[in-house]
């Protein structure tokens, strides 16, 4: 009795044991062993010829980071990450740049790199792979894991991620998303007097497209259709006033005082000037001829948190300067018949539909004050998670993306180029189309994580939290009148523009702070932004001056000036010489110039006699690096008299400039 | 074999009386009855031998199950294929259940004396299900959790018990550790211990209820029910076919293992709920009829009620006619009732699995799912 059962019982186990010896022969012939090959095959190469054989053991390379929960493998691949042999290898045996800083065993790959460590495969690996979205970063975006660790703070070490921070709180994002832990600022100016404030045709113009009037303008392109933008226009100005102001001062006085306060310090004219206010080049197009008065005579009663001093003109001071604006800035190309044909436009507009879109788009997250809107919070999603969120809360809308694309910077990156890439109906404005900056922002974005993924031991923040500092009383007063701070730094709280003021009075001396502060001269000469000139009373000097001397002083400095430095013999006429020799002999006048000689890139030391402290000029050069970590003064080591003799030689200048 | 074998070799005493001795042989080896019980129960020896190698590397925690099953995925020597195979042999043995099930009632052979047998059977089939369904949440994927989830918010619908019982499954209030522990115990202790106890009760019966029919339908035993007692085979044979029928199960297992890969979603996340949240296959037209209505009706009456209409079968039907054949036509209106009803379960399955998109709309299978 014999049946099929009978017939295939051999075959059977024959079938069975090849397939099992299958398994075996592929389990040692894993895909990664190819490259394995070749690494010993570099390491061969590379190796020391005396050395008999080289090292090198086959099999899954993994780091158990026990701290984060994370087993990489990525070095089963990436076998050269931490040899600086490999430097100019290819992948996947290039050695990481920061082998020397970042140790492999105490993170591994993935905290910062993402992507499947566990995977010992190309794909699966690197991903993004089904049911595994976490794919590695690309370089680009890979700054995004620093502030884990290295805190969020601006920092050079993450240029990528401090570049795309600051677009991302200066553009204004945060009047539409919310990000936990970070203060919605309001980047635009409150529109609630609109009508008294800008001329309507303007408005309607601006509204339309921002960056045809200001090319660099933070304000983004809602591309909005003429009926939208007159509509909105209208009901911005529609309470304005119908009496325009005749601005009767004289143009060539107000010429010669807009050059001498050095406006273009912030301002642009024409493509020359500052960055830090707007573009001057149309403003007459613009402002009304009242409000440009006001501006220029107290612009902090116009709007508080403006970053322009007030300079304290007269008040025909500032009519002449408002009278020459007036004239000089206009725009050649806008005809009246332009404006007029606008102005009907507008004043036919409908209020009402204007109200609804200037609700409904969120204008006042940005511009803090609109009369007749209510401030109903961020109308964006809340960003605080972001860059954690899985794949899955993100709509693709009708973008047909393989699987392999569908990650989250990819999203995000396409949708900083164009916000409304998904969904063509959503109110995200335009901002700027330029790919390094869709970069930064998506690199910013994805570094929003909400809670903190690496225990606390990890942290290592780059920079320290910034400072509180703010000046109290008189002198505070004085500092906000002339919004120090946007130019200068003082303990940690300012701009960077200008030069740090935190220990100016064990630096330059009394009188000549009073002349400079009445005729600022230019020490940088190279320099664009240049100290503005300001009306500053002699008082106001007066009590600059005390804060500074009894306040804004080191005492490394003041302690020379108690000490043997002043002791030191710095009129004879000998060790000038010597002074002078030094100075010569070791180039200083490539960068510093005396008596319009030398270079220009250092302050100008004509009249440092006159200008810097005695004390402060030795302290300098005993340690050039002690105030401004990066400055480019070179450390020379000077013996002590040498520096005397230095010393004696640049105080020895007395010139007046 | 052939007569002379079993007689005239005196060279091993043991082979010849063990092995080659003619025995009487239960029907299932010379009729044609597919052995579908025997091949389930090859899948259960082959599930428990992967199983315990899977137990060597997995840890029944939360942080740490999915990584062990990424790792049995990515590196663990012959954790992929050991995996799969456990994978596919148990949905192998979820058909084979449902087909031996079948088998039996389309022969009508669950009736007098095998009423008993048919409610172990029965029983076993619940109890494979059980083990699937605990053995889905240990990988404790998105399907585990969300999984869990659903099942839980069904028993909470029940009333009265309904809280104490979810509390009872899930070991808290909410799918967690516990959960995963006692799904842990259920799959690789409790069940397969109850499973071992019941089979063997099946087996025992098995035999017994052979003996005590007298009645055999088919074309060589109508006459003489006899026949059993006559020896007829060797043991020999048995052997080598039922070693056949297994190796041939593990080929089928092995082939379709090395083919396609147990699938694994992403790690469990409470924060992320896919949509939309399908339960395992053999569970989506379950999940299907709740789609229907109040939880309660159709997650709990409905498919008790299913059981025990198919338990009762045997209590209700005491014909005597078409035992050992199949589709008997006497038993037409049976057979028809019976093959709509699983018809419909399978075509549940089917529109669960394949016809449902986000929010549980219905969409044929070549239509686009619209995320919004």
Known sequence: ?657 | MTEEDTTTSPRNRFARSILREKIPVSRWVTNRILGLGAINFYLFALLTITGTLLMVYYVPSTTQAYNDIKDLGTTVSFGSIVRNMHRWSAFLMIISGFLHMSRVFFTAEYREPREFNWLVGLFLFLMILGMAYTGYTLPWDQKSYWGLTIMSQILEAIPGIGSKLQYLVLGGTEVGQNTLTRSFVMHVKLLPLLMSMLMAVHFWRIWKDDHITLTFAGEDHTESPNQLEQPSVTWRYILTRETSKFLLVLLFVLVFSILFNAPLEEQANPMVTPDPVKAPWFFVGLQEVLSWGAPFWTGIVAPLLAIVAVAVIPYFDHGREGIGVWFHPSRRLSNVLFTAAVTIFIGLIIVGEFMRGPGWIFYWPWQHWSVN
């Not at chain 1, 940005?366 to 961020?378: A, L, Y």
Request: charged content about 20%; proline content about 6%.
């Open chain 1, 1 to 657: 009795m014999r049946d099929i059962f009978q017939w295939i019982f051999g075959p059977l186990v024959l079938v069975v044991i090849l397939l099992f010896a299958g398994q075996i022969w592929k389990e040692y012939h894993p895909p990664y062993l190819e490259y394995q090959k070749q690494f010993k095959a570099m390491l061969v190469q590379k190796a020391n010829p005396d050395a008999k054989s080289v090292q090198f053991n086959y099999g899954v390379r993994q780091r158990w980071i026990k701290a984060l929960n994370r087993a990489d493998r990525c070095e089963t691949c990436h076998l050269g990450v931490s040899d600086p042999r490999f430097i100019d290898a290819k992948e996947p045996f290039k050695t990481h740049p920061d082998f020397m800083t970042h140790d492999f065993g105490k993170f591994g790959c993935t905290v910062c790199h993402a992507g499947q460590g566990r995977a010992v495969t190309l794909a699966a690996a690197h991903g993004p792979v089904e049911n595994w979205n976490d794919a590695l970063y690309h370089s680009s975006f890979i700054e995004n894991s620093c502030p884990q660790c290295h805190g969020v703070l601006p920092t050079n070490k993450m240029p990528e991620y401090t570049h795309g921070k600051s677009l991302f709180n200066e553009d204004g994002c945060l009047g539409c998303h919310k990000v936990e832990g970070q203060k919605r600022t309001q980047v635009g100016p409150p529109l609630n007097i609109m009508g008294a404030r800008v001329k309507t045709d303007w408005l309607f113009r601006w509204i339309l497209a921002p960056r045809a009037y200001l090319p660099h303008t933070h304000m983004p392109d809602y591309t909005f259709s003429e009926s939208q933008a007159a509509n909105i226009a209208f009901f911005l100005t529609k309470d304005g006033l119908t009496q325009q102001l005749e601005l009767t001062g004289s143009y060539e006085n107000g010429k010669r005082i807009f050059n001498e306060s050095r406006c273009l310090s912030c301002h642009t004219v024409g493509g020359v000037g500052g960055i830090i206010g707007p573009d001057l080049g149309k403003v007459a197009t613009k402002l009304l001829p009242e409000r440009l008065l006001q501006t220029i005579t107290n612009p902090h009663k116009l709007w508080p948190e403006t970053q322009m001093p007030i300079y304290g003109f007269t008040d025909s001071e500032a009519l002449d300067v408002a009278t020459f604006i007036d004239q000089e800035y206009i725009d050649f190309d806008l005809t009246d018949q332009q404006t007029a044909q606008q102005n009907t436009l507008v004043n036919k507009a409908d209020a009402v539909a204007g109200r609804k879109l200037v609700q409904e788009y969120g204008c006042i997250g940005c511009h803090g004050k609109i009369s007749g809107i209510k401030d109903e919070g961020e109308i964006g999603p809340d960003l605080t998670s972001i860059g954690n969120t899985h794949i899955s809360h993100f709509e693709f809308g009708s973008v047909d993306l393989p699987p392999k694309d569908q990650t989250v910077p990819n999203w995000l990156y396409n949708k900083m180029l164009d916000p409304r890439l998904y969904k063509v109906d959503l109110k995200m404005p335009y901002f700027s189309n330029e790919p390094d900056k869709a970069i930064a922002v998506t690199t910013y974005l994805l570094s929003l994580k909400g809670e903190l993924r690496v225990p606390n031991t990890y942290k290592h923040p780059f920079e320290q939290a910034p400072s509180t500092y703010s000046p109290q009383g008189e002198v505070g007063m004085i500092i906000d009148k002339f919004r120090c701070l946007v130019c200068h730094k003082i303990y940690g709280n300012g701009g960077t523009m200008a030069p740090e003021l935190t220990w100016e009075g064990s630096r330059v001396q009394k009188d000549w702070l009073f002349r400079y502060m009445k005729n600022p001269s230019a020490l940088r000469p190279l320099l664009v932004e240049r100290m503005p000139r300001f009306k500053m009373t002699d008082a106001e000097i007066e009590a600059l001056y005390n804060y500074f001397h009894s306040t804004l002083v080191d005492n490394r400095v003041e302690d020379l000036a108690v000490g043997e430095a002043m002791n030191m013999p710095h009129n004879q006429q000998e060790i000038i010489q010597v002074g002078s020799d030094l100075y010569y002999k070791n180039n200083c006048d490539a960068c510093h110039t005396i008596n319009l000689k030398g270079g220009a890139i250092a302050p100008d030391l004509t009249d440092s006699g006159k200008r810097l402290l005695t004390q402060f000029v030795e302290f300098y050069l005993h340690d050039p690096k002690a105030f401004v970590t990066q400055s480019v003064e070179p450390v020379y080591h000077f013996s002590k008299p040498e520096i005397t003799a230095l010393t004696a030689f640049i105080i020895s200048h007395k010139e007046e400039k």
